[in-house]
């Protein structure tokens, strides 16, 4: 059974920096592709950022490029998301997740929830001053 457990949220204050880190037991992740997404109180939860599982293709939703850095360490079956210049609006509860395909991808708007079959606790982050 596989399990993806999420580290590294917390309070940051805004223009600060946070690395989160999704760490899987149970499966190898090295033939899926693993999102980061994030819901913030009375949001809908939302697709920040994927990685492919062959070629390393990257998605970011708009308001974090430049901002965000999403990689992956197969031999330690790990997925990081490094989090710069953070702002208020950033604060939501992080969660990672494996798409349910093998080398699955994702459309022009992003990485879908229904795509996703296995889902980490979260992992909360708040930026404020």
């Known amino acids: 059974q596989l399990q993806l457990v999420e580290s590294g949220g917390g309070l940051v204050q805004p223009g600060g920096s946070l690395r989160l880190s999704c760490a899987a037991s149970g499966l190898s992740l090295d033939m899926y592709t693993v999102g980061w997404f994030r819901q913030a109180p009375g949001k809908e939860r939302e697709g920040v950022s994927s990685?492919?599982?062959?070629?390393?293709?990257?998605y970011y939703i708009d308001s974090v490029k430049g901002r965000f850095t999403i990689s992956r360490d197969n031999a330690k079956n790990t997925v990081y998301l490094e989090m710069n210049s953070l702002k208020p609006e950033d604060t939501a509860v992080y969660y990672c997740?494996?798409?349910?395909?093998?080398?699955?991808?994702w459309g022009p708007g992003g990485p879908s929830i229904y795509e996703y079959d296995y889902w980490g606790q979260g992992t909360q982050v708040t930026v404020s001053s």
């Open positions: 990685i492919s599982s062959s070629d390393g293709r990257t």
């Open positions: 997740a494996k798409d349910s395909r093998t080398h699955g991808s």
